[in-house]
């Protein structure tokens, strides 16, 4: 009886041995092929890995890690269209982990971003919202198609999650301003409630506070707005050539043109090496006539930087404008000699 049993039991295995050396075979060739890919890739040899990737995928289809690393070289590569194919593909898959989801989704976004197909960038961006809600560049990215497409009201939302995940006080606030700017085409006043609240999380924001006062500026509040730009001048007085146009211009509105002289003096016993601030302050007195005020502006410009070829070119200007064609003289020939040297 035993040994009946045992030869039925040799017959079973040899009648099954083909089918399963033939499955063995089969698990380690998409194994090998995909690990020779990624030494491949390793060793910089792309078009390789990519011949190597694709016996992978034809062996294995459920090798997500390789059918993204196929997509990440066609994309490498510039075949974005190719790697576009995969990645919708997996995008229908309901086999991958979380975080395959997430790179499939990004990717792919990126893919719809370029190619003009925003609704479905933000559908896959809203999918990836919900999958990390913790990720502030997907809310970022968005955020940006959001404004981009005018949907204002789902901006307002989505700024009020951004504001429970990110602790940058700062960022929060260019949230805030380049909603505003982009909403301030299209609908002036509600474009002063984000640049407020830019300011609200930032007061010291430059480009907040130009803006808030290109707001009021626009609706001919000029006092308010240069009260806002001056805030520039106390918090950054470094950055003052960002809105000394402005405020030349909204003084000269107010006919308190010669308010400028006195803001620009100020600032020059805070920062005395700001050459701009010179040349401002001298074009002003050039404007009123005054050239002998603009040179003694210019020559006091600290010694070491009035040797420098912009503030020559500009006493030679301004000595030229007053008639002293000597000084003009020695100082182009000074120029021109250490041209030279």
Known sequence: MWVFIIILLLIAVIAIYPFVRDYLRRQKLPIASYTEALSLILDGKENEAIEKLKQTVMADSNNVDAYLRLAELYTKKGETDRAAKIFERLAVRRNMSKEDEKKVYANLANYYIKTDRIQRAISLLEELVNLDRNNITYYERLLELYSKTERWQECEELLKKLEKIQTDKEQL??????IGKNLSLKNLE???KYFKQALALNRKSVPALIALGDYYYNKHDVEMAVKIWNEILEYSPNQNHL?????????????????????????LKKIPEDLGLYFALAHIYVKKDEINQAIGVINRIPIDKRKDIL????????????NDINKTKNILENLFDNVIK
């Open 173 to 178: 606030s260019n949230y805030y301003l380049e």
């Open 190 to 192: 509600q474009s002063a």
């Open 243 to 267: 809105v000394r146009s402005r405020l030349e211009r909204a003084y000269y509105d107010l006919g308190q043109y010669e308010k400028v002289i006195d803001l620009y003096e100020q600032l």
């Open 311 to 322: 503030p020559q070119i500009a006493l030679a200007t301004l000595y030229l404008k007053a």
